[in-house]
């Protein structure tokens, strides 16, 4: 919230686009964590495959609403933000395109999950697909570099330099830190109820209610 | 760094023209967090209420 109330209120206007830039402050979080949440959802995927770890499958199965959620804010945000600065809300562009490969990947993960009745088998084929999909978080990444795309390139980086002014730039940073822990306390939450109900049966679960 | 952008309300409303774009977006993106956690608390209270009747009828 401060994030975005000094992003929103304070942050001068931008010579370029004028305020419809503002829109940065949720959209470049929202994609950060649309592709780190897979990331994520990859690592778990390993460990379920190589180790067979159960809590692994459990936390893919929560962070998969999530990952949906905040690439369909990404997405939308992008699109409402290309009416007054690109002239369109949609593009059929590399960067675009690919994300929405990766919010189509979020809601397959969870549509193959729920498709199977033996939850093992199931969990075993959505690891599967996860680690299928980890391709596409480098595609999208480097789009704006591979491709002449309508999407701009980046332009903060974690090694590199930095083309946006500390006046903007710090509330985006602090808009990034703010929805991260937002979507960490949404993940526990998430993950509490469903490994509640996949241990239901078990004389522990009773000791969490 | 920490001067207000704008001068009165209607002007942050409005936004230059791109208020209905921004808000908009800020609007719609905070209700869908707003919900997922809605949706996570009330799973959580389900599950814990399966959880009881199950082991209160065994």
């Known amino acids: ?209 | 760094m920490f001067n207000l952008a704008f001068k009165n309300f209607n002007e942050i409303l409005d936004m230059g023209g791109h208020g209905i774009y921004v808000w908009s977006v800020y609007f719609i993106g905070i209700s869908i967090i707003f919900i997922s956690f809605l949706i996570a608390k009330k799973r959580i209270k389900e599950v814990q209420k399966k959880i009881i009747l199950k082991n209160a009828s065994s």
């Open chain 1, 1 to 209: 919230m401060l994030g975005w109330t000094w992003g929103l209120l304070f942050a001068p206007q931008d010579a370029v686009q004028g305020n419809s830039y503002r829109i940065i402050f949720l959209h470049v979080p929202s994609v950060i964590f649309a592709e780190l949440v897979y990331f994520f959802m990859a690592v778990c995927a390993l460990m379920h495959l190589v180790w067979r770890v159960k809590l692994a499958a459990y936390l893919i199965k929560s962070a998969a609403p999530i990952g949906a959620m905040i690439t369909f804010i990404g997405l939308f945000s992008g699109s409402i933000w290309g009416i007054p600065t690109w002239g369109t809300w949609w593009q059929w562009d590399a960067r675009i395109t690919s994300t929405l490969i990766l919010f189509i990947m979020y809601l397959g993960i969870l549509t193959l999950h729920g498709s199977f009745s033996n939850l093992e088998k199931a969990d075993r084929l959505m690891s599967i697909l996860v680690i299928i999909g980890v391709v596409n978080i480098p595609i999208i990444k480097k789009s704006v570099d591979w491709w002449s795309t309508l999407h701009q390139p980046a332009s903060i980086s974690v090694s590199g330099s930095t083309s946006i002014d500390p006046s903007m730039l710090y509330p985006l940073f602090i808009s990034v830190i703010g929805l991260g822990f937002t979507l960490i306390s949404l993940g526990i939450l998430s993950s509490r109820s469903y490994i509640l109900s996949r241990e239901k049966n078990k004389k522990w679960a009773l000791k969490h209610v």
